[in-house]
């Protein structure tokens, strides 16, 4: 494969962004840092992590169905990076569709049947029954966990 500069710039360009993104994120800026890795994305749509990333910060400002089409992006870039199952499957369940969730972890786990993130969340997934969830909607509440992982 062939790296021309113009790719290499856009490639460090991009990295600035997610560090920007980042920053943040750590400061719980989360819409700020969905442009920051925007940006990057515009600027280098082959790295997974910028999916990723993006992911969670949707999830945080409660933009489920984002966060599950990046997770989703991570997953077609990048299949064997687990933790876009995991961004993907939080996405589901945050969602209130554990099926779909439980089907994506169980995905990931096959990639990595130790990612303790992921075990983490299949043992939240299958605990919650859904009239919980159910509830929390009826009575306008927040969903049981709403805290991304």
Known sequence: MIFHSHDRKHALQAEAKKAEGNKAFAKK???MAIGVYSEAISLNASNHVYYSNRSACYAE???FGEAKADGEMCIKVNPGFVKGYLRKANAEFL????DAAVATIREGLKKDAKFSELTKLHLMVSNIPIYAFQESFLFGQDPPITKHQ
């Open 29 to 31: 800026k989360y819409q």
């Open 61 to 63: 400002a409660g933009k």
């Open 95 to 98: 969602m209130g569709d554990l």
